[in-house]
């Protein structure tokens, strides 16, 4: 395993380069191939929802328990801990996904993510009050924060082209937490007691950090390969993808072994045409206006803002039926932990078709897969509100129900994470040098983050009123409406393919 040293930590904080060694690291082809960095990212997704949904199921009990709250304040604190997790991932989202673009390392954030995750682990673990419970589910957020901005990034930087696909294996990681964290939670908790559930957790995290400290970026490993990159490693490049290069980028030199940065071929292309060529000069002069801003430039896409307000309703909708079903079924069918626990499997088993939905958006764009998720989504959230009676008919129509949400769910979200980097390669390629030499990969999937979180405050708050205000089947078609709306959102602002994404993007805030 590799060691932290002296100078990886002066390395975090200074934000500088490491000096290239004369000896690379042991096993360096193997801690830096695409395999090992997708499965790092992937585990390390896996552990930050394994934790978050492991206590969904054990939280109505340990509330009542190991805090003392009484029955009838139950749901309102269980709703004040899902938002207190997305509060955490909202604020921390932007700072950490800035830091991820300018440090000379993914690494390192990503370890940091491990020590809020740790501290998490140990608060809510040991906790004995309210207050430590929502201090633990604020730095579980920002653990979050970490593993999504940068570790979404990190998976571009790798990925290439394939950014769908490997978008769909996150949520299949994502969809396997969700599937397993609450059942064991809710058997482990009634086998064996409250602490023997966090047990669990901190094997996990043991096991995260090894493949953390063992990863070696792609960008980091070329310190010690003398060879020019070859053709399999092009996707590694930050800035492009294949998908985008054969309608975007000007063409490499004939003696080059290939240029992938958009902005580097555009200033060997100016250094040739000499001082006098003037779109070379534009070029010049759009990089200086823009450069600085990478903000301001994601935030003009339509299509950006589309994506991110599908993400905001797909977050408030999933995690505001996390806040409520647990307790609702337990009210209704008078079910403990464990029969909790195994109700979400009929949610997240379907989750596993993710990489189709990826796969799909990578081929044709985002626009229709997610279009189609959302609107498969709405008859079913209307249909929830028939569930009404402790009988085995309708106990089955809730199950065939949250199957059947767990198959269009992923439609609607997936593609979506994938354009985020679809917009950021539209816009590298509509203006070379936008956003500069570290690219903002980082800070769009810190915004991801932000409005997920942001979804993860407003749907558990809402659901958590409106079912203790005027009931179940208010809250169903309330949310029916609203995954309507993204639907139309993503109609009239999403793209219809990634390929020549310049004219799409242009079209798109031309309008």
Request: proline fraction near 6%; include cysteine; hydrophobic fraction near 50%.
């Amino acid at each position: 395993m590799a060691r932290l040293g002296y100078d990886d930590i002066q390395q975090f904080l200074s934000r500088r380069g490491r000096r290239a060694p004369g000896k690379p690291p042991h096993f360096l082809p193997f801690r830096s191939s695409t395999a090992l960095i997708a499965t790092t990212v992937n585990l390390a997704v896996f552990v930050d929802i394994f934790f978050y949904s492991m206590i969904v199921p054990v939280l109505p009990f340990a509330l009542s328990a190991q805090v003392g709250v009484s029955e009838d304040r139950v749901q309102y604190w269980i709703s004040v801990l899902v938002a207190a997790y997305g509060a955490g991932l909202f604020v921390s989202s932007p700072i950490v996904g800035i830091y991820a673009d300018h440090t000379s390392s993914r690494k390192w954030p990503l370890l940091l993510g491990l020590l809020a995750l740790a501290g998490a682990t140990v608060l809510l673990a040991f906790g004995n009050s309210v207050g430590l419970f929502v201090l633990g589910r604020v730095l579980q957020g920002l653990s979050a924060a970490v593993v999504w901005s940068v570790g979404c990034a990190l998976l571009v930087d790798t990925m290439g082209s394939k950014v769908g696909v490997a978008m769909g294996y996150v949520n299949i990681s994502m969809s396997v937490a969700l599937l397993l964290a609450p059942v064991i939670g809710g058997v482990v908790y009634n086998h064996a007691g409250y602490y023997a559930v966090y047990y669990v957790a901190f094997g996990l995290v043991g096991l995260d950090i090894v493949l953390r400290l063992a990863m070696i970026e792609k960008k980091v490993a070329r310190q010690w390969v003398s060879e020019p990159e070859t053709e399999s490693s092009e996707p590694e490049a930050e800035k492009t993808s294949p998908t985008n290069n054969s309608n975007a980028e000007p063409p490499a030199p004939e003696n080059s072994p290939g240029i992938n940065n958009t902005e580097t071929a555009a200033m060997a292309s100016a250094a040739e045409d000499g001082p006098h060529d003037e779109p070379a000069n534009d070029l010049t002069a759009n990089q200086g206006k823009h450069r600085g801003r990478p903000f301001v430039a994601l935030l003009k896409s339509p299509r950006l803002l589309a994506a991110l307000y599908g993400i905001l309703v797909e977050s408030g909708i999933l995690i505001g039926f996390d806040a409520v079903l647990a307790l609702f079924v337990r009210r209704l069918f008078e079910w403990d932990s464990t029969a909790v626990a195994v109700l979400f499997l009929a949610l997240f088993i379907p989750g596993f078709i993710s990489p189709l939905a990826g796969w799909l958006s990578d081929k044709y764009g985002a626009k229709w897969p997610s279009f189609a998720g959302f609107v498969a989504t709405v008859p079913v959230l209307i249909s929830l509100r028939f569930v009404t009676e402790n009988t085995i008919q309708h106990k089955v129509l809730l199950a065939v129900l949250l199957a059947l949400a767990g198959c269009t769910l992923p439609f609607s979200m997936t593609p979506l994470m994938a354009e985020i980097s679809y917009v950021i390669e539209a816009k590298e390629a509509e203006n070379p040098g936008i956003f500069g030499e570290k690219g903002v990969y980082g800070l769009a999937y810190g915004l991801f983050n932000m409005v997920f979180a942001l979804g993860g405050i407003i749907g558990p708050i809402w659901a958590g009123y409106v079912v203790e205000s005027v009931g179940w089947g208010t809250l169903t078609w309330n949310f029916a409406l609203w995954s309507a709306s993204a639907a139309v959102v993503v109609f009239f602002w999403g793209a219809n393919k990634p390929r020549a994404p310049a004219a799409e993007d242009t079209q798109m805030e031309s309008a």
